[in-house]
């Protein structure tokens, strides 16, 4: 079995001290660690950001693609070895900004990877802009006079795409966000974790302490349903998305079980050499 | 040597018609070449379908037609110039006139009554084919079995009705126009042979070559790879992925490829262009995948139904930074199943992206093969340099640095699923062991390393052909479906007694300089034909060194439409003639 320290790396970090990642990194570590993961068997896809570094920092196989393409590329690796863990993280810019296109399509097909959403509201690594995340007067570098545009809500969008599991998490609540993404990878079929990772730098108004007044706690709310999709897009255009917790979830066939054809035995560990008997059967289309 | 053509409305079966026709003279002994005329629409608009019909190989299209099918008046007003002396077999429905200027005979035939009364309009497609059979005094029993063959399934009514209807199509004109054809083909050659496109042979490369996962968007024309594979994945436990976009495409291409499996994905210039980011990537973190563009006329949507060779320079050195990616040219269908599988064992052995450039005319016209020239089976699958886990072990205390500088700077990868070979691939630059670094001395080493990986791929295919004479007087050079027209104009120049031969790319990225260098040493003429606006094969073959403008000559065709021999004919014969000047 393998242990937190397996999962640690010998890096240094490039994380400004106090940053939420520390958190997520933390979090993703027990997490795999509590679902018996092993470092070989573990793939994780980062994106471009401050985020995108978490693969620096993890033991596993990791791959660190272009902005935005996290949910593709950890499909592809789903689909060519199904015996992985797969892992995708990312900021709110490469989630909901330029890799939303994805994260759409990602959720509606239902591929049995882990989405881990590192969401500060703000652009870090460019040094303080504006994020589809951020509130509509939210000031940065290129909203001088405060933000027009007004924030995406990424929590009810999952949930009305189509998503099977869908959470929310805070860096700063250690044990709840690694028991979140444990049950995510324990889904099987797509997990969303939108984790509130707060930006010391260039986010002055979502602070620790201003989640720490705003977020509620759904686990403490005994009457919540996580299992019906209307009770959650309500609870979450309450409270402004302002929650933690399971927010829903349905029973799931991941998409790998359903294509005609598609083995248990993963891709990468079949023979691919066609015999004649399959050949002449897909020659016979060209009589 | 027979041309055939029918032409209609969109969507009015005629694509039906022309397969039958093909695929029963491919039955027959038959070599075929069809090809379509046809627009970004549904239904509607006008389209035409042409089927060659020889007893040797045919890989060219031409403007001459010896029967044309009219479904319409229009077909008749916009292509019965082509049939000089030849045969007009028209619907009666809609009253043919025959233009006072054209020299030809109309045969009006109730075509679509005939089909109405045997159960459905849908059967004018086979009263055609019956109409034509007569026409080319072929016999109707091979395609009354055909028929038996392809509709078996759907019940002996549908069989029958077809069957009849079919006859009925072949014995009015047979009976109301008897001695009206002429026409006879040379006797058939029997062989194996199956009709396939260039779109069908990239696919049947790729199944064969192990490829297992294909994720696209779809786009004209290189669909039917997507479409094909959606078909044949199941039996080999593979699967295509619908994707949102070609950014998404490459991206998922790129996952596979780095877990280890073979994937691929097929285009065309506007989704080629999404998916340059994505090759950046496969080129720095090292990572196998193909992609093939189906080229068509650009820029942006262009014209997406009409045939070009105008996204070289992009495959080749499209999107941001120095990369090392190679490019493929086939140019018949045999060269296009062999780059569909051989694409993955240059992206397995060289660990970067392989591009396969083809084009529309390629890719989507019907051509007869011999099946052996498709053996599947036998072909060969080499993953390339990969450590396993027990390889790893024996590693002992040795660290595995995946991008370890090795002579030919290929290094052996490790899969994901491999105890103790976790690395971390990534598009930032980084070192030997996969960290990240901007050290300018290993920024400079890791991109030396990925440019010198390049080398290896001539060793591994030849990169330029030649067919003729090797000190032919003239010698035509140009790549894709452009070579088949370029062979008929040689082998026609050739029977007036001109010393002509042909030469086509095989690999176009690296480019085969020294090869090149010395095919074309000692050519006394050189016209390159290509189809695009801007000579970009010329443009590499100056970057060779070879840019003798006394000796090369070019000719460029971007209207869309593919070469015919005959144009190229005309362009070469001022060039012989010249030279003829100059010897005599």
């Not at chain 2, 029918?6 to 027959?28: F, K, P, Y």
């Not at chain 2, 009015?172 to 126009?177: F, G, I, L, S």
């Not at chain 2, 563009?293 to 996204?311: A, F, H, I, V």
Request: overall charge negative.
């Amino acid at each position: 079995m393998a242990t937190l320290q397996d999962f640690k790396t010998a890096e240094k970090s490039w994380w400004c001290p106090g940053c939420g990642d520390f958190g997520v990194l933390a979090a993703m570590q027990k997490a795999l660690v509590a679902v018996g993961a092993e470092p070989s068997t573990t793939a994780i896809v980062a994106g471009i950001g401050c985020s995108g570094k978490l693969g620096n920092y993890i033991n596993s196989y990791n791959i660190h693609v272009t902005h935005g393409r996290t949910l593709p590329a950890a499909m592809g690796m789903k689909l060519a070895n199904r015996d992985l863990l797969v892992l995708a993280a990312g900021g709110d810019g490469d989630a909901y900004a330029i890799g939303m296109g994805h994260f759409m399509h990602a959720l509606r097909r239902n591929v049995n990877v882990t989405y881990i959403v590192m969401d500060n509201h703000v652009y870090g690594l460019t040094k303080g802009q504006t994020s589809p995340t951020s509130e509509s007067g939210f000031k940065t570098k290129t909203t001088p006079k405060g933000s027009i545009d007004r924030p995406v809500h990424p929590l009810m969008l999952a949930v009305s795409a189509g998503a099977t599991f869908v959470a929310q998490g805070f860096s700063s609540w250690q044990p709840q966000l690694a028991r979140l993404i444990q049950q995510g990878i324990e889904h099987p079929g797509f997990s969303l974790i939108n984790v509130i990772s707060p930006c010391v730098t260039y986010n002055k108004v979502n602070t620790y302490d201003w989640y720490k007044k705003s977020l509620t706690n759904l686990e403490e709310d005994p009457s919540y349903n996580p299992h019906s999709r209307t009770e959650a897009l309500a609870r979450l255009d309450a409270t402004d998305e302002l929650v933690c917790g399971l927010i829903y979830k349905e029973e799931s066939v991941p998409y790998e079980d359903q294509v005609p054809g598609f083995r248990e035995e993963p891709l990468v560990h079949q023979n691919w050499n066609v015999d004649s008997e399959t050949w002449n059967q897909i020659l016979a289309n060209f009589d | 040597m027979i041309a055939w053509k029918i032409g209609g409305e969109q969507g009015e079966g005629i694509d039906s018609t022309g397969d039958v026709l093909a695929t029963v003279a491919n039955r027959m002994g038959y070599f075929v070449y069809g090809y379509k005329h046809f627009s970004s629409r549904i239904k509607g608009g006008h389209t035409t379908y042409k089927v060659r019909i020889a007893n040797r190989r045919v890989e060219a299209a031409i403007e001459k037609t010896d029967i044309l099918v009219a479904l319409n008046q229009d077909t008749i007003d916009k292509h019965s110039h082509e049939v000089n002396g030849g045969l007009i077999l028209a619907d009666s429905a809609f009253k043919p006139v025959l233009p006072e200027h054209i020299r030809a005979t109309l045969i009006p035939l109730p075509l679509t009554e005939i089909a109405k009364s045997h159960g459905s309009v849908v059967m004018r497609n086979m009263v055609s084919v019956g109409a034509s059979a007569a026409l080319l005094n072929l016999p109707a029993e091979p395609f009354l079995s055909y028929i038996e063959s392809k509709f078996g399934r759907k019940g002996p009514e549908i069989v029958k009705a077809n069957q009849d209807a079919l006859m009925d199509g072949f014995n009015r004109v047979k009976d109301e126009y008897g001695q009206v054809s002429q026409l006879t083909l040379e006797n058939p050659v029997p062989g194996d042979r199956l009709v396939i496109t260039g779109n069908d042979a990239i696919a049947l490369g790729a199944i064969a070559g192990g490829c297992r996962i294909m994720c696209g968007y779809p786009i004209t024309p290189a669909t039917d790879i997507m479409e094909s594979l959606i078909k044949w994945f199941p039996l080999v436990g593979g699967t295509v992925v619908q994707m949102e976009d070609e950014l998404g495409s490459m991206s998922a291409c790129i996952g596979a490829g780095y877990a280890g499996a073979r994937s691929m994905t097929a285009t065309s210039g506007p989704g080629f262009s999404l998916m340059q980011e994505g090759l950046g990537l496969a080129m720095m973190a090292e990572i196998p995948v193909v992609v093939v563009d189906t080229q068509r006329s650009g820029p942006s949507t262009g014209m997406p139904t009409k045939q070009e060779q105008s996204d070289l320079l992009s495959m080749i050195i499209g999107g941001h930074g120095d990369g090392a990616r190679v490019v493929l040219t086939p140019s018949t269908l045999e060269e296009s199943f062999e780059d569909g599988h051989e694409a993955f064992n240059i992206a397995d052995a060289l660990q970067t992206p392989v591009i396969i450039a083809t084009d529309l005319s390629l890719a989507l016209w019907s051509q007869s093969i011999d099946r052996a020239d498709l053996n599947g089976p036998a072909v060969q699958i080499d993953r390339g340099p990969i450590l396993s886990g027990e390889d790893l072990q024996k590693l002992g205390e040795e660290v595995f640095l995946r991008y370890q500088i090795t002579e030919t700077g290929v290094s052996p990868r490790t899969l994901p699923g491999s105890l103790g070979g976790q690395y971390l691939a990534t598009g930032v630059e980084h070192q030997v062991n996969g960290k990240v670094s901007e050290d300018p001395t290993n920024r400079v080493k890791m991109m030396e390393k990925r440019l010198q990986k390049l080398e290896g791929i001539h060793a591994m295919r030849q990169g330029v052909k030649w067919e003729g004479p090797e000190d032919a007087d003239l010698v035509l050079l140009g790549i894709g479906a452009t070579v088949g027209a370029m062979r008929e104009a040689k082998d026609a120049l050739a029977a007036e007694g001109h010393r002509v031969a042909i030469s086509w790319l095989r690999t176009l990225s690296p480019f085969p300089v020294e090869h090149f260098q010395n095919a074309f040493k000692k050519a006394k003429k050189v016209l390159l034909v290509e189809q695009n606006a801007t000579s970009q094969v010329g443009l590499l073959m100056r970057a060779a060194g070879v840019y003798d403008d006394n000796r090369i000559s070019t000719t460029l065709k971007y209207d869309g439409v593919q070469f015919f021999p005959s144009e190229i004919i005309d362009a070469a014969r001022p060039l012989l003639e010249t030279y003829a000047e100059v010897t005599q």
